[in-house]
């Protein structure tokens, strides 16, 4: 049997505890499931759960998506060089990806608890501050490319 010891804070102001974690070298965690194409198609459908909730409970992941299909109108209409689309799609691409990672920080952190806490703050400031550094990214994006 192996153990491992993990530091686990439980708040700001007391100490680090040690927390204690065993298990047996060769046994599979309860919560790895299938593995092959079962493991890919499992995968699949929660992406696909993922992206439909994001929709239905995620306003501005509506409205990022709603950006990037401008963008990638606007982005079609203009005659623009191969090179500067996928750039562009790109951009886009990445600004709907950290609003999906942004929005999971906001749900963990308000599954754990609803209370306000100076971390619980931190964690959703830094994943709007990554949104907003995507976001900037794409304006920079738009106006390199135009100019050149």
């Known amino acids: 049997m192996s153990v491992f010891y993990f530091n686990c804070l439980r708040s700001q102001d007391r100490p680090t ?27 699949a459908a929660y992406s696909k759960e ?28 203009l005659p623009l060089p191969s090179v500067s689309r996928t750039i562009i799609l790109f951009a886009h691409l990445f ?13 963990a952190v308000d ?18 501050a990554a949104q907003f550094v995507s976001l900037v990214n794409i304006a920079a994006v738009w106006f390199v490319l135009l100019l050149a």
């Open 95 to 107: 600004s709907i990806v950290v609003e999906l990672i942004n929005s999971a920080i906001e749900a």
């Open 111 to 128: 599954h754990t608890s609803l209370s306000e806490h100076p971390l619980a703050k931190r964690a959703k400031d830094l994943g709007s």
């Open 17 to 43: 505890q040690k927390l204690l974690v065993s298990m047996q070298k060769n046994e599979k965690s309860p919560f790895k499931g299938k593995t092959g194409l079962g493991r890919i198609a499992n995968a």
């Open 50 to 77: 993922g992206l439909k909730a994001a929709w239905t409970h995620e306003a501005a992941f509506r409205q990022v998506c709603l950006l990037a299909l401008v963008g990638v109108a606007v982005m079609l209409w």
